[in-house]
């Protein structure tokens, strides 16, 4: 079993960055494939970016493509989420994922593991 807990979100105007950090806690972090999700008032939960367990290979909706990159150091059981070009529609709860599944992992039902969230807030 693993634990998740992030950091790193707070208020951020439009066009700025953030980097959101997930530390993982228990044994053989490596073994995770990782992801990122977020969630808006009354929206569904989805999927901002995913990585495998090497990081070898990574994915990202459209939505966040060429502005969000996902990356790990499993040496230090921790995944990032680096946020550029911040938009308003980027405001939600940041979830971060882990998966026992090898490759990279799409659907949030698979992800039996999560962090409690942190908010990023993006004004306008």
């Known amino acids: 079993q693993v634990q998740l807990v992030e950091s790193g979100g707070g208020l951020v105007q439009a066009g700025g960055s953030l980097r959101l950090s997930c530390a993982a806690s228990g044994r053989f972090f490596s073994s995770y494939a990782m992801g990122w999700f977020r969630q808006a008032p009354g929206k569904e939960r989805e999927l901002v970016a995913a990585?495998?367990?090497?990081?070898?290979?990574?994915y990202y909706p459209d939505s966040v493509k060429g502005r969000f990159t996902i990356s790990r150091v499993n040496a230090k059981n921790t995944v990032y989420l680096q946020m550029n070009s911040l938009k308003p529609e980027d405001t939600a709860v940041y979830y971060c994922?882990?998966?026992?599944?090898?490759?990279?992992?799409?659907?949030?039902?698979?992800?039996?593991?999560w962090g409690q969230g942190t908010q990023v807030a993006v004004s306008s």
């Open positions: 990585i495998n367990r090497s990081g070898g290979s990574t």
């Open positions: 994922a882990a998966s026992i599944d090898a490759v990279i992992v799409t659907s949030k039902n698979l992800y039996p593991y």
